[in-house]
């Protein structure tokens, strides 16, 4: 008998009962798993999975006897009604989402059954792939001068988008943009951009981040379509845009006060 078996044994006898766990598994490499997910992973007696974007390699942290239920092939009911019962048999159950639960995760709808039937939950961030883009461009999205703010949006599609934050509305700020779940509308999200950045202004498509097929497409906003439709990209893929991408060809002009050694703050005179 495995210990996590042993530990099931003992929930049961015991009465106990743990909360649900919602884990950000990052954008797909599993060492970018926070190692707070990575001990819940371990922990974990069952793990509810979304097998369509979550990369099966993330599952290494996970105990082998542990019993894993990929969530893509099920309705909105059986989601919940297979945590719940998990929680009810006393075990530790991990609900494992791609990137970071908060953005695009449609946790909120889940929290709500959870809490219409008591049962407890908590929540552990993760490595939004907007963030693991940048770190495989080497980019700051927020260079001083240049943008000091960073959209993360999505162009509207099934899942409707308040006609406030369409995508030509917010484009119209220039600054920085990562857009997610819009690549199978690449033609309305380059002309939306054209508008406000200009038809030749830098984008980057970043499909599947920091996973061993990834790819960073450097372009422009007017080739975005041509881009996409050469690679085959019709998933999984961010588009990213503004000013910051042209840093390297015209110099920053600005640096952060952070470390201006005429800038005093109160850890330096």
Same mark, same amino acid.
Do not use: C, N, W
């Given at each position: 008998m495995s210990p996590n078996q042993r530990s099931i044994i003992d929930q049961r006898a015991t009465g106990i009962r743990y909360p649900v766990i919602f884990v950000g598994a990052g954008p797909g490499d599993p060492e970018l798993i926070t190692v707070k997910g990575k001990y819940a992973l371990e922990k974990a007696d069952v793990i =509810?999975?979304?097998g369509s974007l979550v990369p099966h390699a993330v599952l290494k942290w996970a105990d082998p006897d542990v019993i #894993?239920?990929?969530?893509?092939?099920?309705? &909105?009911? !059986?989601?919940i009604a297979r945590m719940c019962q998990?929680?009810?048999?006393?075990?530790? @159950?991990?609900? @494992?989402?791609? /990137?970071?639960?908060s953005l695009y995760g449609a946790i909120q709808e889940q929290i709500s059954e959870l809490e219409k039937?008591? =049962?407890?939950?908590?929540?552990?961030?993760?490595?939004t792939a907007a963030f693991a883009a940048a770190a495989a461009m080497c980019q700051e999205y927020t260079v001083p001068e240049i943008a000091q703010t960073l959209i993360l949006t999505r162009m509207t599609g099934? #899942? %409707? =988008?308040?006609?406030?934050?369409? *995508?030509?509305?917010?484009?119209?700020?220039?600054?920085?943009?990562?857009?997610? *779940?819009?690549?199978?509308?690449?033609? !309305?999200?380059? %002309?939306s951009l054209q508008e406000s950045y200009g038809d030749n202004a830098p984008a980057v498509v970043a499909y599947r981040v920091s996973q061993p097929d990834e790819k960073i497409i450097h372009t422009r906003i007017k080739n975005l379509p041509e881009v996409v439709q050469r690679e085959g990209i019709t998933r999984q893929a961010l588009i990213i845009v503004g000013r910051v991408l042209e840093v390297r060809e015209t110099g920053l002009k600005e640096r952060s006060k952070?470390?201006?050694? /005429?800038?005093?703050? /109160? &850890?330096?005179?």
């Open positions: =509810v999975y979304a #894993t239920i990929d969530s893509a092939p099920l309705a &909105f009911d !059986e989601i998990a929680h009810q048999d006393g075990k530790r @159950l991990v609900r @494992l989402h791609s /990137g970071d639960p039937r008591s =049962v407890p939950y908590e929540i552990i961030p993760g490595v099934r #899942t %409707k =988008v308040p006609q406030s934050e369409s *995508l030509k509305s917010l484009a119209a700020h220039e600054t920085s943009m990562a857009i997610y *779940l819009s690549i199978s509308m690449i033609h !309305e999200v380059s %002309k952070l470390y201006d050694k /005429g800038f005093s703050h /109160g &850890f330096r005179k």
